[in-house]
């Protein structure tokens, strides 16, 4: 039996997997990634949409203008009929939805990982785990049968739904299914839809198409009526019936090139963190496929959890478990949330009585005629209005989103692509850090406002977010 040690093991290649190890290897943090697949054997691709701030967070890597040359970019997000959410209005350089499929974002994820120097073991399965006071220690079997065991300083699963890591720490997956026997598709149309984003549902049934902008569209359904198992066969008629019920028409639709039938759950671990392990993406939290937020929510904690493994395996941290700490403390609330937003668009989606669909129509028409509340909405399911609490000691803006603004060094995400934080100060100025601040000189990026009648200094975090602010 051979033993390998690495700083940090990460269970699972998917999205939220690969952006994690690709950030750490490139902060000079030895990562081990092992993915039970075979190499090349891709996910079933559900997720479909990359919302705005995904885009930003992929900015700050350098890989999101790549990767909106693959897909279709919506400018507006048109629900039952009567709520439009006009992404234009978000402040962000990215105010669109991208519709790509989600091998898109692994393949570019998984170039960054190799060039930054990730270790991957494809077709390699975790069996047990467990952990002491210095490290965490696996038992794994490799392609060829042969026993493995790594020792490593943190492990993060992103492991997905069905989780091995979670599992084998013991944690609970509350939570509850919400819809069952949803259909997928990628197909052909011989019409083309007249919104470039479809959703709508009619007594028993409900629809959504999207194009991914090469001529195939992702068409999702479900009929009340019609509650098979996830095993049952499913066909093309049966989403051209389903699309038909809701939408009144099935645009045609021809040659799938993949079918699927799946549930949806709704469920949360209770925390993200046990020792020196750690939870991502749907390992951590799922929810029904509504907004597109899942793929997001994952990259989204691989961005918050990466800066803070590498501060504190560099030493940079004063407080490195109050710093680890805070992934929970942060995380958890929005996975939270994205549960609550996505079930309520599922929910309005199910209603087949008069008065649920009459109290749906009041509902997204109050909305789509108060711009805040719209506003808001659009904010909350692209992630662009998320803020996190104040960095201990430290006012507003700490915890708030960092727009993309222009310095004389270049735009702030370019900056954020050396993966350090930022400190953007007055022309001749130089600002001490904050003693809270998780980063060392030897790891920070200067840059000065354009404008010299700003006298303000802000300390922003790797993940886009402000740590500290002076005036």
Do not use: C
């Amino acid at each position: 039996m051979s033993t390998t040690d690495t700083d940090v093991l990460v269970i699972g290649a998917g999205p939220t997997g690969l952006l994690l190890a690709g950030d750490l290897a490139a902060g000079g943090i030895d990562v081990t990634l092992v993915e039970r697949r075979p190499h090349g054997l891709g996910n079933m691709t559900r997720a479909f949409g990359v919302h705005a701030r995904t885009l930003e967070q992929l900015d700050a890597r350098g890989l999101a203008d790549e990767l909106v040359t693959t897909g279709t970019t919506l400018t507006k997000a048109t629900l039952f009929d009567h709520l439009a959410l006009d992404l234009t209005r978000l402040p962000s350089r990215f105010n669109q939805l991208l519709v790509t499929p989600q091998y898109e974002v692994e393949r570019l994820l998984e170039r960054r990982a190799i060039d930054a120097g990730v270790t991957f073991r494809y077709d390699t399965e975790l069996h047990a785990l467990r952990q002491d006071g210095d490290a965490v220690t696996t038992e794994l079997t490799e392609p060829d049968g042969t026993p493995l065991t790594l020792r490593a300083r943190y492990l993060v699963g992103a492991d997905g739904v069905h989780s091995f890591v979670r599992t084998a720490l013991g944690l609970p997956f509350p939570g509850r299914s919400v819809i069952r026997s949803i259909v997928l598709a990628d197909v052909r149309l011989a019409r083309e839809p007249a919104k470039a984003l479809t959703v709508s549902g009619s007594g028993d049934s409900f629809a959504f198409i999207a194009p991914f902008g090469d001529g195939w569209y992702r068409v999702m359904g479900w009929n009340r009526t019609h509650q098979a198992s996830d095993g049952d066969p499913v066909d093309l008629d049966e989403v051209r019936e389903i699309t038909r019920q809701a939408l009144g028409t099935d645009y045609g639709m021809h040659d799938a090139r993949w079918i699927s039938r799946f549930h949806s759950d709704e469920r949360q671990a209770p925390t993200y963190r046990v020792g020196r392990v750690f939870l991502a993406g749907d390992a951590a939290h799922v929810h029904s496929p509504a907004g597109g937020q899942g793929m997001n929510t994952g990259l989204q904690d691989a961005a918050n959890l990466s800066w803070k493994l590498t501060a504190a395996l560099r030493g940079e941290a004063p407080d490195p478990e109050a710093l680890l700490d805070s992934y929970q403390s942060e995380r958890h609330p929005v996975g939270a949330m994205v549960l609550r937003s996505s079930g309520a668009i599922v929910r309005l989606a199910m209603a087949h009585t008069r008065l649920t669909r009459a109290a749906r129509s009041l509902v997204t028409r109050l909305v789509d005629a108060v711009p805040p509340a719209s506003g808001r909405a659009a904010g909350m399911i692209s992630g662009i209005g998320i803020s996190y609490a104040p960095a201990p000691g430290a006012d507003r803006p700490s915890g708030r989103r960092a727009p993309d603004v222009h310095l004389r060094e270049g735009r702030l995400y370019e900056l954020l692509r050396r993966g350090e934080f930022v400190l953007v100060a007055p022309q001749g100025a130089a600002p001490a850090l904050p003693p809270s601040a998780p980063v060392t000189p030897k790891h920070l990026v200067r840059a000065t406002w354009t404008d010299p009648a700003k006298r303000a200094s802000l300390l922003v975090r790797p993940d886009g977010y402000v740590h500290w602010a002076s005036r």
